[in-house]
C-alpha cells in the first residue's frame, strides 16, 4: 500500500470513488475538477491517497483556514476498510496540518440523518463515522491534546460534537 499526497491528475479516481459511496456529499461547484483543483493549490500538503496497485482505494482531503482545519470527503473502497487505510490517511492528515501550526479539526460529514445514523450504528458512541473512518482513530491518535478534534454535519442544523 502507498500513501501519497493527492494530485490533480487524480481527479478521475477520486471522484469516482465518492460518487459510489453512501452518504458522500458533493457538488458540481465546489467539488468539479476546477474546484478541487484550487483547494489543492491552497491546500497542497494536507490531502492524501492511498494506492494498492496503482489503483486509487483511498482518499482524505484536508485543508485549513490558517486557525482550523477541516476534514473532507474521506473515502475508501469497501474492500479496503479495516485494513487501516483510513486511520494512516487520517495520520497523514492529521501530522500535515499540525506541521502547518493548526491546533483544531474539524470533520465534515454530509449526511442528513447523520447523528441518528452514528447513534444507531454506533451503540452511541459517535466517534464513529461514515464511509469507513471510525472517529475512534481520530481520538486515539489525537489525545495528547495537541490537536481539538470536533464533527460538523453538515445537513439538518446539528451541532458539532467534540470527540475524545
Given amino acids: 500500500m502507498n500513501f501519497r499526497l493527492m494530485q490533480i491528475s487524480d481527479y478521475d479516481s477520486i471522484y469516482n ?32 491517497v492511498a494506492e494498492e496497485d496503482s489503483k486509487i482505494v483511498g482518499v482524505i482531503m484536508a485543508g485549513n483556514d490558517g486557525r482550523r482545519g477541516y476534514i473532507y470527503h474521506t473515502a475508501v473502497l469497501p474492500e479496503f476498510r479495516g485494513k487501516h487505510v483510513a486511520k494512516t490517511l487520517v495520520e497523514n492528515a492529521m501530522a500535515a496540518l499540525e506541521k502547518e501550526g493548526i491546533t483544531k479539526v474539524a470533520l465534515v460529514v454530509f449526511e442528513k440523518d447523520a447523528l441518528a445514523h452514528l447513534a444507531n450504528t454506533s451503540g452511541g458512541d459517535v466517534r464513529k463515522c461514515l464511509n469507513g473512518v471510525e472517529m475512534s482513530t481520530l481520538a486515539k491518535i489525537y489525545t495528547e491534546g495537541k490537536i481539538e478534534i470536533s464533527c460538523r454535519f453538515s445537513s439538518g442544523g446539528i451541532f458539532p460534537s467534540k470527540f475524545g
Avoid: Q
Fill in 17 to 48: 470513488l465518492w460518487i459510489n459511496t453512501p452518504g458522500m456529499g458533493l457538488n458540481s461547484v465546489d467539488d468539479s475538477k476546477e474546484g478541487i483543483e484550487k483547494f489543492l493549490k491552497r491546500n497542497p500538503a494536507t490531502c492524501f
